[in-house]
């Protein structure tokens, strides 16, 4: 079926945007940004209708972006009254829908027409299993598409419903076909594609069917050739005009770039128009090398190689097609990938993806799964889930100021005491204050080690003039199994038991008990927005009872939500359908809700005045709906109930336990309203 942008502007119609689509009304004064930058005229969807539209831009671009507006800020629109120029009475084949939308639809409305379509929502459609946001802006799109026709019924053949194949049957075909592809990509030629649970005592022949379907891996299906990306590249390149080759050569793709204002001076343009050829050169190349392609491809598999990091020497080694050179412009294909993708950052040798900051970053975040209520990490627990080099990962700590001591990672070192401490612990024997000042690497002499210790209620000095951890004293040799002791002796080096369970959600910083429910405060990012998942920690997976090796779906009113822990820590999927619906940016705070009801949501945390007491600032930081309406005689208690200190009153208690799991920007409220008044007794 052809699309619009091939049609003669005479079968497009010419009535306002906005009698075709009412919702556009709405895009006046500040919304009306969203669409201005779309086609020519300050409100051209108010003025000019289809036919005119599409002479001056790509209307099936505008159409894109106008089905992306409808799903994130329309959902609860019923789809007749957001496309009133859709005739219920159309066949659903004239939508010309791909295989996933059609099996979206068919599970929703089994009408030959589009007429229990248009009754529903976009909301209905997210609801249904297995549909993406994707899936639903394709749905919008169809309707846009036929809304901008004079005569829906002239685009071409309609398809005879009665003997069309069940688009399920076609959409599984062709999932299997791209997973056998991925898996061939990965190396995994042997693993199977599907999994089949069925009863033990089922019949001979379905255990027989089970096996067969188990067995089918990728080796079983068709291959693709997959191509070579450095030739691929190389291709793209040839299709530049002189201008964008110029930009790409002395610029983008430079060994040495030049400055923008070089670049200007050499192309005989001001600097923003220099800018402006750079930019689509990019964005062109990019296009070309999407997924499926040889480049796409090879990035993909890079992003899985390189969770968290890797240094570029082991990338090259695993995949030598990287540090080949691209003739024309004479750089290693990885500098290639580095400049065009923004998946994709080598910075000081290392690689990561999206960037090296976000790499150390997750780094950070999986040191908090693992660390000990002391902030001690083993190295080797960490090398394990890392599947880095033993060499790599320590060069790796370092170049994020990550200290290592005596095969222990320290994860709090911002505070003197709290580094003593951690290297008390991961040494495991009674040190002095001179050997605790060569050892902890603080930098600061034995004197002001000693001060801090004494203030510090973790350590104790014996007679003898040494200091020990509170705890080291009931630790118990080994081979006696210990109790409820944290510690045990070996050899005479104490060394906190091995096996500690999963951090508890309620120690899991930015994750907090609001109700029955947690709400955990994340950052937005650039990757989040653009629809990539993320980590999470492990106390936000046990909030939402997804175990190591599972998967968890967690219900919104924007579709299923997917938590999963199949690698070193949990990752959540996308969310960036929640993040367009809000309106949120890059840096914005928001608040990820787990409920009881395994229901998930993305909600903005409540704004409170700076003057506010400290206590309801510190309830809007952890992410409670009501920080100002919260009765002044329950403050302690919803305080004490988000860290699972359950009837706890005692401020001492609660900052000493907030100090621990919590944040630095809450401990110093919480300070504020009961160290400055003096309100910090037991």
């Known amino acids: 079926m052809l699309g619009v942008n091939s049609l003669p502007v005479a079968e497009l119609r010419a009535v306002p945007w906005v009698e075709l689509m009412p919702w556009l009304d709405d895009y006046v004064s500040e919304r009306a940004a969203l669409l201005e930058s779309l086609a020519p005229g300050e409100t051209w969807w108010l003025e000019d209708g289809p036919s005119t539209t599409a002479q001056d831009v790509d209307l099936e671009k505008v159409l894109a972006e106008l089905a992306q507006l409808f799903v994130s800020g329309h959902k609860a629109l019923t789809f007749a009254a ?107 030629h042997d693993r199977p594609l599907l999994a089949v649970d069925i009863e033990d005592e089922s019949p001979e022949q379905i255990q027989e069917l089970a096996a067969r379907i188990s067995a089918i891996s990728s080796l079983d299906l068709p291959d693709v050739e997959q191509g070579d990306p450095a030739d691929e590249i190389e291709n793209i390149l040839t299709q530049l005009d002189d201008r964008e080759s110029m930009a790409i050569g002395l610029r983008l793709l430079a060994r040495e770039p030049i400055s923008l204002g070089e670049l200007s001076t050499k192309l005989h343009l001001s600097k923003p128009a220099a800018s402006s050829i750079e930019s689509h050169a990019k964005a062109k190349i990019n296009a070309a090398c999407g997924y499926g392609t040889a480049v796409g491809n090879l990035l993909a598999s890079l992003r899985i190689e390189i969770q968290p990091v ?49 790499a150390k970053k997750r780094t950070e975040s999986l040191l908090e799964d693992l660390e000990s209520p002391n902030g001690v990490v083993a190295f080797l627990e960490l090398a394990g889930l890392t599947g880095m080099p033993s060499d790599e990962l320590r060069s790796w700590l370092e170049w994020c100021d990550i200290p290592v001591v005596e095969e222990s990672v320290l994860t709090r070192t911002k505070k003197l005491a709290d580094a003593l401490v951690g290297t008390l612990e991961a040494i495991g024997e009674p040190q002095n ?48 199994v210990p109790d409820t002791e944290q510690f045990e002796a070996v050899e005479g080096i104490v060394r906190r038991r091995a096996g500690r369970a999963t951090k508890r959600p309620e120690q899991t910083r930015r994750l907090y008990r609001i109700g029955l429910a947690w709400r955990y405060r994340i950052v937005v990012t650039a990757d989040q927005l653009r629809g990539s998942g993320f980590a999470l920690p492990a106390g936000v997976a046990a909030a939402v009872g997804c175990e190591r090796g599972h998967t968890v779906e967690l219900k919104s009113r924007l579709g299923t939500q997917m938590v999963r822990w199949t690698g070193a820590q949990p990752t959540s999927g996308t969310i960036g359908r929640f993040l367009r619906e809000l309106d949120a940016h890059v840096g914005d705070e928001v608040l990820l809700e787990f409920s009881p009801d395994r229901t998930f949501a993305v909600v903005r945390p409540e704004f409170i005045a700076a003057e506010a007491d400290p206590l309801r600032r510190a309830l809007a930081a952890i992410g409670h709906p009501q920080p100002s309406g919260i009765a002044e005689r329950h403050l302690v208690r919803v305080l004490a109930d988000a860290i699972g200190l359950y009837g706890e009153t005692r401020p001492r208690r609660l900052l000493s336990a907030y100090e621990s799991s919590s944040e630095e920007h809450v401990v110093a409220l919480l300070e504020e309203a009961w160290m400055h008044s003096g309100n910090a007794h037991e």
């Open 310 to 358: 890797a240094s570029v020497e082991r990338l090259i080694a695993v995949h030598p097609t990287i540090g080949r050179t691209v003739p024309s412009i004479d750089v290693p294909l990885w500098l290639v990938l580095d400049r065009l993708d923004d998946y994709f950052e080598v910075t000081e040798g290392w690689a990561a993806a999206p960037d090296v900051a976000g």
């Open 82 to 188: 957001g496309f009133p120029a859709v005739e219920a009475e159309l066949p659903m084949s004239v939508l010309g829908l791909e295989t996933r939308a059609s099996t979206t639809v068919r599970r929703l409305t089994e009408g030959k027409t589009v007429e229990g379509l248009l009754t529903s929502t976009a909301q209905d459609l997210f609801v249904i299993p297995g549909t993406s946001e994707q899936t639903v802006r394709d749905v919008a799109y169809a309707l846009l598409e036929v809304s901008v026709l004079v005569d829906p019924r002239a685009r071409g053949a309609i398809e005879n419903e009665g003997q069309e194949s069940s688009p399920v049957v076609t959409q599984l075909l062709d999932d299997l076909a791209a997973l056998a592809s991925w898996r061939r990509l990965r190396g995994q």
């Open 433 to 480: 204050s001179t050997q605790l000042a060569e050892r902890s690497r603080t930098g600061k002499p034995a004197a002001s080690v000693q001060r801090a210790l004494e203030l510090d209620e973790r350590a104790v000095s014996g007679a003898d003039g040494l200091w020990r951890l509170i705890g080291w004293e009931t630790a118990v040799p080994i081979p006696v």
